[in-house]
């Protein structure tokens, strides 16, 4: 199985390659450099392995929540990599790719990235064994102040910048997590071995079919909005 994977949801611009078992991976925090730095990175990626565009089985994506040019430009260039080889395309939740970051300690997940706006992209998860997650509930954006466990979590992680921008807030609304860790982005090694287990049970999808999630359709606050505030 040879799946290349990218991740530019958040700050973070990144890309894998699930080969022979293993998974090569680039990482930058480069913000507005992903345009720029993708595929170099995948590049590089399968001449370290030694293989060639053609010798890819599919093509794995963060599809978001994000960042909306991060989002949309990872889904295009997926999109047009799987239709000029002929491949299918994994789409992967960032949040899950985001939760696999955090320790198998048997606690659930909650990985929450900073939306902006007063807003955070959230869900909770619980991890299974190989590199598998289960939604606890749905993706959500939301304001932190009323951000809420599933009801029946018992013990905790927190990760991702939602965490490091309203730790106060989640932090007097929550009880304590056993680990936590704001300075975590969404990462492709993390897509890549979520993409693994989806290919393995056939989940595959044609490129045109493979959607950005974007959880809402507002990319600023309006002046008054801001006044408001």
């Known amino acids: 199985m040879n799946l290349l994977a990218i991740e530019t949801s958040t700050e973070a611009c990144s890309v894998a390659l699930h080969h022979a078992g293993t998974i090569l991976a680039r990482s ?25 565009r053609r010798q890819l ?12 040019t991060g989002v949309r430009l990872a889904v295009s260039i997926a999109q047009g990599m799987a239709l000029g080889l002929d491949l299918p395309v994994i789409p992967i939740s960032s949040l899950a790719a985001l939760a696999l970051d955090a320790p198998d300690n048997g606690a659930a997940v909650l990985a929450v990235i900073d939306a902006r706006m007063g807003e955070v992209y959230a869900a909770c998860y619980r991890r299974k064994p190989g590199d598998i997650l289960q939604a606890l509930d749905e ?3 939301c304001a932190p102040d009323a951000l809420q466990l599933p009801p029946d979590v018992d013990g905790w992680n927190v990760i991702g910048s939602g965490w490091q921008t309203y730790r106060d807030t989640l932090s007097a609304r929550l009880p304590a997590p056993r680990w936590s860790d704001g300075e975590r982005y969404p990462q492709a090694r993390a897509v890549a071995a979520l993409a693994a287990a989806e290919f393995r049970a056939g989940h595959l999808l044609p490129p045109e079919q493979a959607l950005p999630l974007y959880l809402r359709d507002k990319v600023a606050l309006t002046l008054a909005e801001q006044r408001a505030r």
């Open 57 to 68: 089985d599919a093509i794995a994506v963060g599809r978001g929540p994000g960042a909306f």
């Open 139 to 141: 993706e959500r954006v």
């Open 28 to 52: 930058e925090l480069a913000p507005r450099r992903h345009a720029e730095l993708v595929l170099p990175m995948a590049e590089a990626l399968l001449a370290e392995a030694g293989l060639g």
